[in-house]
DNA sequence: TTGAATTACTTGATATATCAAATATAATTA
DNA sequence: TAATTATATTTGATATATCAAGTAATTCAA
């Protein structure tokens, strides 16, 4: 079983790693709820955890850029999976909250999170997936302060 | 150092080491030339090495969608990286020649190629890049079969 | 307390991602 | 060979990514 691996390096491999666990992610999601997309989910999931959560924070959680934020937020409210309200404390800031339909869908969803985790990381034990969060954390920081 | 993981599951991180990674790889490329991205710089290696590729072999190997390519194939082609040309075997495929301005760049950019490589890998050992290497295609065959 | 700087978010422009449908050529089959 | 099927690529529509510039609210400092 060859891998073909243009640059040669480990680093292509981490980047087909996440198009193949974001492919099944998707395809896994959209079995349940069409009209909903991995990112949007981890937005639901964030703001489930922390609901007063800024657009800011959510970007860099996410790995986005603000605009994009917005425009997957303007997006999630179209198609009331969330509301935007005032945050009279800050009145730039906007306070996203989940709707009823939003949270129907997290319930839903919730399970097929797990089991799409489950699936990715199927037969690796416990001390290899914490090595392996280690290595990449270990290029994260190399990243980061280069 | 508090790592802030919203699903906690070395998935996130795997998405976080790439999107570092290509911060670093598009920074260090724009440094040298200014008007091309990381993934055209990609297309670029791998039709220097291998020039008989069609369109729908690149996708592949870049991850991305034959329509995708099409497009970036156009920008480089009007960014005079490329050439396009009738492939007289198959006229469905065109065939994708490197400009003397291409091969150029990949002259200038090979080197930071290297270093950007070298930047996010200091650090680990050989036997634990192959063992991240060996996970991470774990995780990419439990998806592909899932 | 007012003016400058900062912060949170939005908007515009362009590139890319994704899917479905369209086009053109090639290969296969009845 | 004519009709069908398959393959390679393109195009259209919509969503997202990214940068720069804009807007509005807040904070800071003289």
Known sequence: MKHKNPTGTVLYTIEQAIKEYRKVCQKNIQKIVSDITVDQCLVLIILNENSKISQ?????????????????????????????EINELDKRKSKLVITEKGQKTIGLLTPIFKLNRKTALDGLAIDEIELLDKLL??????????
Do not use: P
């Open 56 to 84: 800011i924070e959510m970007a860099k959680l996410i790995f986005k850029d603000n605009a994009s934020v917005t425009r997957i937020i303007e997006l999630m409210v179209k198609k009331d999976y969330l509301s935007r």
């Open 137 to 146: 954390h270990k290029i994260i920081s190399n990243c980061k302060t280069a």
